[in-house]
């Protein structure tokens, strides 16, 4: 569900989202 919310607030807040709860 905060994937979706990420994705459409901003692609660049994705990565920064991404990254974060799938690792370092």
């Given at each position: 569900m905060m994937f979706q919310v990420?994705?459409?607030n901003d692609m660049h807040?994705?990565?920064f989202y991404c990254r974060e709860?799938?690792?370092p």
């Open positions: 990420v994705i459409e807040v994705l990565r709860p799938l690792g």
